[in-house]
């Protein structure tokens, strides 16, 4: 989130550290070895002798030792500084005094181009630097060097941006910085091991040199075995110099260090000892400092932290330090600061930090400041402040007026500044935009337009972003779009320019990004996202990484990767054996975790489950292993769910045993345990959800559910919802409410299923943009309502719900489904409003025991009597027992053909069998198979219905045999 400039004062900080020798002292000896180069070697016998003491040589103040005055002073003319006769002045130098050379005139010459940078008010450019190190080709530091000359060589150059690195990088540019370092480097190290150096060794000159490796880092330097070491030695005497830092120096070694972790450097020994010397003086110095180090030393500290820094007592001790000081010098921080700050304080409290009293102070302190001086941060500000309002937001920061009018100050820059974004900040702002609507934020006027103005970059960048900024951009799309985005061609665009880019870079993703990504696209796919060529290889190249990182993905992401496979899956994924691996290699990863998922992972990891087994996946014992790890954790937490969740837990329950899952003690102790939370929550679920909850319980009946109290009010408590939210529903939300009230028959009453039913139907009768899923649903359930308005001999009988059956069956026309329950639905539709049936439907033949039992009763009893089985009749599905000469049909009704099997309450398939079979002229005599248990009640049953067939009975009717 932040830019190399953040750290030190301005982007070309002094050192501090100017010459102060007078010119007319001598350079001063040095023990130790020349390296070769172009600086000559001479011998001298006394340069081997062991601990000599440094000798001081006069010379003239106008010694030719001395660089020509041009060479020194600022110079305002670039020219002045790459004459080829300063760099031959300083080899003479060199050259002459030999060993006893300290460096001076190479500094001194080091601080002139540093001045020079000052004096235009920015870094060398890449074409100046290009000139300046075909001339500084020998320019090299040796051993003899001071610790003065070496620490303001390094540090002014990397001030001026003599050690940027600028992409292509010219060779010859490249070897002469690596020349250049490693010889300051060598000599560095010399100078930090020589215990005779160590009264020379200054703490100003510790902090400049390290300053300025993690400057030169931060600039796209490497990190070399050379640039460790010396690093290593710095840390070192950081810590033997403990007492003497000031606060500016304590800011700029925490700076340097947090800079150098940010950048790859290991947290060794020697950096957390270094820090655990600096920390105190955090404390000690905390009214020292100035509002810039403040600024500085809690991004370091929310760097630390974010690199895997424990938060120990001395770092929470040195926060709590600086945090009541913001408030007080709220009006003396920069633009620069303010961005600075809010982003550490929402790092750290990303990282755990508790948003304490004096950290709310300090926010509340510094917001007011963002909206007076908007018009002064730059890109960089905007980007990392629209970020750290999200970022806060996410973490559970409250939306005070504040907060809103500062984030409202800022999202018109974003759209001022757009063409000055980075890569990064590209992706960081289209992530905080998602993040801050996902967590309530209005979508005004404003925010679309911060949107608009964004997507577009995306394209225009679609090379440059890194794995990080690829996977963070699809993931704020997808969470956009998910919050109601428009799919403007803009946003299409930076869709389809992202995928490619997925495939290319996918070696490169971190657990993390393969998470975000998968989520992405099935977020994507699910909110009717074209399945573009594109995102299909994006996923292809996504899943083996599944596999492959499977031991590496935390809990939540874990429980992601599942959600969005099955979303996939769901939306028409195929399933490859990539996909199966993926899958595999997930499943056992539950059943390990158990015990770390939080009530939201645990539905949404049941829901995955269902979802798989409702597309195919097969029900395998690591399948069945990570259900009966999930379910006992569901009555644990049961408190814990919120709405969206009780309704995926149950919807995913009554998947489960749909597809085969056993109705075990368990399971029907988390069916005990969520019911009542249905009422409990009853104000709170979305049209969605009603929906899904009432389909569930319909299809937990279906499978043998008990009419218990919590169950009869939590079907009660839904009912009225429906007619609540009867506006809202989506067509597929229609469809299901019309099934499962459907499928649960005689349960509701037939007045309040009317009453329901009708506003629902004329809904989704009008809407032409119905799927075929959702219109044959409809169309069931619609036909249920008319079997129980024929039933009922008092019934209002009216044509409406007939008209609207005639309706859906007509969209139906040309329409060839593959899955035979649509083919009987089809058939039926066609028999009751006397059509021809355009499909051949296929039904399933079982002839259950006591329906043969009982059969060959009534043939015994009635000999002559012709008796037929399972037999179709009109395309409608098989009786169980036709007496053809009597136009009579026996059905021998099981406990599934009640709801709850109950042998009282007619589930809505029994009801619309019936119905159908009496409008086709039949008499239907239904005997509950509880009537068969015994001979002598079976006997009763057959009496009966000899008696039917001996009076003829004129007319058809329903006789129920109870």
């Known amino acids: 989130m932040d830019r190399s400039t953040a750290g030190i004062r301005g982007k070309y900080a002094r050192s501090g550290n100017e010459y102060h020798q007078p010119d007319n002292h001598a350079a001063s000896s040095r023990h130790g070895q020349y390296r070769q180069g172009t600086v000559r070697r001479r011998v001298h016998s006394s340069r081997t002798t062991p601990g000599r003491n440094e000798s001081c040589h006069s010379y003239d103040a106008r010694s030719s030792q001395y660089l020509q005055c041009r060479s020194v002073h600022p110079a305002p003319d670039f020219n002045a500084l790459i004459k080829q006769e300063i760099m031959d002045d300083l080899l003479k130098k060199s050259d002459r005094f030999g060993y006893r050379y300290d460096g001076r005139n190479h500094g001194q010459y080091a601080s002139s181009i540093k001045k020079y940078a000052l004096a235009v008010k920015r870094p060398l450019n890449r074409a100046e630097q290009s000139q300046l190190l075909r001339l500084l080709q020998h320019f090299t530091a040796v051993r003899s060097w001071n610790w003065l000359s070496l620490s303001t060589t390094l540090h002014s150059l990397t001030s001026a941006g003599v050690f940027t690195t600028y992409r292509p990088m010219d060779e010859r540019v490249r070897l002469t910085q690596a020349n250049i370092l490693s010889t300051l480097f060598d000599a560095i190290i010399f100078k930090c091991h020589q215990t005779s150096e160590a009264r020379y060794i200054d703490t100003q000159g510790i902090t400049n040199l390290l300053w300025a490796m993690a400057k030169m880092v931060d600039l796209g330097q490497d990190q070399t075995p050379e640039l460790k070491q010396a690093v290593a030695a710095l840390l070192s005497l950081v810590n033997a110099r403990k007492t003497n830092f000031n606060p500016q120096e304590v800011a700029n070694l925490l700076w340097a260090m947090a800079k150098l972790a940010d950048k790859g450097q290991k947290q060794t020994p020697g950096l957390k000892e270094a820090l655990a010397t600096l920390l105190p003086h955090v404390n000690a110095q905390k009214a020292n400092f100035k509002p810039q180090e403040i600024a500085n030393i809690l991004w370091a500290m929310a760097k630390l932290v974010d690199g895997g820094q424990q938060q120990t007592p001395a770092l929470k001790q040195a926060l709590a330090a600086l945090l009541p000081h913001i408030n007080a010098s709220k009006d003396n921080f920069k633009p620069r600061d303010i961005a600075i700050l809010l982003w550490a304080m929402a790092k750290l409290v990303d990282n755990g930090h508790k948003q304490t009293p004096e950290l709310n102070e300090a926010l509340a302190a510094l917001l007011p400041h963002v909206n007076a001086l908007k018009d002064q941060f730059d890109a960089q500000g905007i980007a990392n402040l629209v970020w750290a309002m999200a970022k806060l937001v996410d973490n559970g920061q409250e939306w005070t007026p504040e907060l809103e009018e500062a984030l409202a100050a800022l999202l018109p820059r974003v759209n001022a500044r757009k063409a000055n974004f980075t890569q990064q900040e590209i992706a960081n702002l289209l992530w905080a935009m998602a993040k801050l609507v996902n967590n309530g934020l209005e979508r005004t006027p404003e925010f679309k337009m911060t949107v608009v103005a964004l997507l577009p970059l995306v ?125 595999a290699a997930l499943l056992p990863r539950v059943n390990v975790q158990k015990d770390y998922f939080t009530a939201h992972s645990i539905a949404n990891l049941l829901w ?91 299809k937990l009946v279906e499978h043998g559910q008990e009419q218990t109290p919590e169950f009869n009010k939590a079907v009660a408590v839904l009912l009225l919802l429906v007619n609540t939210q009867k506006d809202q529903f989506t067509p597929q939300h229609i469809a299901n409410l019309l099934w499962a009230m ?103 033949i079982v002839v259950s025991q006591p329906q043969t039992g009982f059969r060959e009763q009534l043939q015994s009893r009635i000999p002559s009597l012709k008796i037929e089985e399972e037999k179709c009749l009109n395309s409608l599905p098989p009786v169980d027992l036709l007496l053809p000469d009597y136009n009579m049909v026996i059905e021998i009704q099981g406990p599934t053909h009640y709801v709850s099997g109950d042998f009282n309450t007619r589930n809505g398939s029994t009801l619309l069998k019936i119905a159908l079979l009496q409008k086709s002229g039949f008499e239907v005599i239904e005997i509950p198979v509880n009537q068969l248990w015994n001979l002598d009640s079976m006997k009763l049953c057959i009496d009966r219905i000899k008696t039917r067939v001996d009076i003829r009975a004129q007319g058809h009717g329903s006789v129920s045999i109870t």
């Open 608 to 698: 995955a489950l269902a979802k798989l087994m409702d597309n195919g996946q097969d029900m395998t014992s690591v399948l069945k292993d990570a259900v009966a790890a999930l379910l006992p954790h569901v009555n644990a937490q049961k408190a814990n769910f919120k709405p969206q969740g009780i309704a995926n837990l149950l919807w995913a329950l009554a998947k489960l045993v749909d597809n085969g899952q056993e109705r075990s003690s368990e399971f029907n102790e988390v069916v005990a345990a969520l019911l009542p939370l249905v009422n409990a929550q009853k104000a709170n679920f979305n049209p969605q959800a009603i929906a899904n909850l009432l389909w569930a319980m319909a």
């Open 742 to 844: 459907a499928k649960l028959g005689e349960f509701v009453e037939l007045n309040v299923a009317m009453a329901t039913f009708e506003p629902l139907v004329h809904r989704i009768s009008k809407n032409p943009h119905v799927s075929l899923k959702a219109i044959l649903m409809s169309l069931w359930g619609v036909m249920v309502c008319c079997a129980r308005l024929f039933l009922v001999s008092n019934a209002n009988k009216n044509n409406v719900f007939e008209k609207h059956m005639d309706d859906l069956f007509t969209r139906l026309k040309n329409t060839s489904p593959d899955n035979d329950e649509d083919k009987r639905v089809i058939a039926m539709a066609a028999s009751w409003l006397g059509r021809p049936c355009p499909v051949t439907p296929h039904y399933r």
């Open 459 to 583: 394209s225009a960048h679609k090379d440059q972003f890194i794995p990080q900024h690829i996977a963070n951009l699809l993931w704020a799309i997808a969470k956009l779009v998910d919050n109601e985005q428009e799919r403007t061609p803009a946003l299409n665009k930076a869709v389809v320019v992202l995928f490619p880019q997925v495939s290319a870079q996918r070696d490169q993703f971190i657990p993390q990004h393969i998470v975000n990504l998968l989520w992405a696209m099935a977020k994507l796919v699910d909110n009717e996202q074209e399945r573009t060529p594109g995102l299909g290889e994006a996923v292809i190249a996504l899943l083996p990484l599944v596999n492959a990182q499977k031991a590496n993905f935390k809990t939540q992401e874990m429980v992601n990767l599942m959600w969005s496979i099955a979303k996939l899956v769901d939306n028409g994924q195929k399933r490859t054996p990539e996909l199966n691996k993926a899958v």
